[in-house]
């Protein structure tokens, strides 16, 4: 079945600091690949997605591309805020089933340091 | 616009005891889906609802079931609680016209099982 692996934390940097947190999945299809953010004591946000293969999605200074030849959407920031400190989920849509599933990964907590 | 409210916010229960959740989802969303959050499990997906029709269901046992009223609202109940159901739920609300569609996380209930 549909499934993600993303990289165990936690990642401490400091800021400024290049982030990559990796992702690779495993699906049939053509699912969509998200990057959702946790912050302390909130809900799940969006922070990016890509719907096909080559698709860069980008917010916040926060990017990640589709790579389908090695089924992979790793996330990238060229310098980190101490305010990006969260929780990250990777997770692709489950287009198995009918109806609307996300498979996450099992989070990367992110520490940024002053 | 009022974002996707959830009650009760904390839940404390004794084994055996049922447990019912609620949701209300952004105004004009008519797809609600339910997550189990844990530390060791990470986010597994439940159900999902559309138009108060189950169109997907997660690998959780029978003890778990949901509903979705007309307006939208969902609830979801737990039956015969078990210690291992002590977890985060998180609501998730959409449009619900896609598998790339964005999805509005509410702050989730925190259940305690004792």
């Known amino acids: 079945g549909n499934s993600v692996t993303q990289m165990e934390g936690p990642v401490t940097l400091s800021e400024e600091a290049f982030l990559t947190i990796n992702c690779t999945y495993t699906?049939?299809?053509?699912?969509?690949l998200f990057w959702y953010v946790q912050y302390p004591g909130e809900g799940l946000q969006l922070l990016l997605k890509?719907?096909?293969?080559?698709d860069k999605g980008s917010n916040k200074g926060f990017e990640a591309t589709y790579r389908k030849e090695t089924t992979s959407f790793h996330l990238e920031k060229g310098s980190v805020q101490v305010s990006d400190s969260a929780v990250y989920f990777c997770?692709?849509?489950?287009?198995?089933?009918?109806?609307?599933?996300?498979?996450f990964g099992k989070g990367t907590s992110l520490l940024v340091t002053p | 616009k009022a974002g996707v409210t959830q009650t009760p916010r904390y839940l404390i229960k004794t084994r055996g005891q049922q447990v019912t959740l609620s949701c209300s989802p952004i105004?004009?969303?008519?797809?609600v889906s339910w997550y189990q959050q844990t530390p060791g499990q990470g986010l597994q997906f439940l159900f999902e609802?559309?138009?108060?029709?189950?169109?997907n269901k997660g690998n959780f046992p029978g003890r778990f079931s949901g509903r979705q009223f007309s307006n939208s609202r969902s609830e979801m109940n737990v039956s015969t609680l078990e210690l291992g159901d002590s977890a985060l739920y998180l609501c998730?609300?959409?449009?619900?016209?896609?598998?790339?569609?964005?999805?509005?996380f509410g702050s989730g209930t925190q259940l305690s099982v004792l």
């Open positions: 998730a609300s959409s449009l619900g016209r896609g598998l790339s569609e964005k999805l509005f």
């Open positions: 609802y559309f138009s108060e029709t189950q169109r």
């Open positions: 699906a049939t299809g053509y699912p969509s």
């Open positions: 997770a692709l849509s489950d287009n198995s089933n009918s109806g609307y599933a996300l498979n």
């Open positions: 105004s004009g969303h008519r797809s």
């Open positions: 890509a719907t096909k293969a080559d």
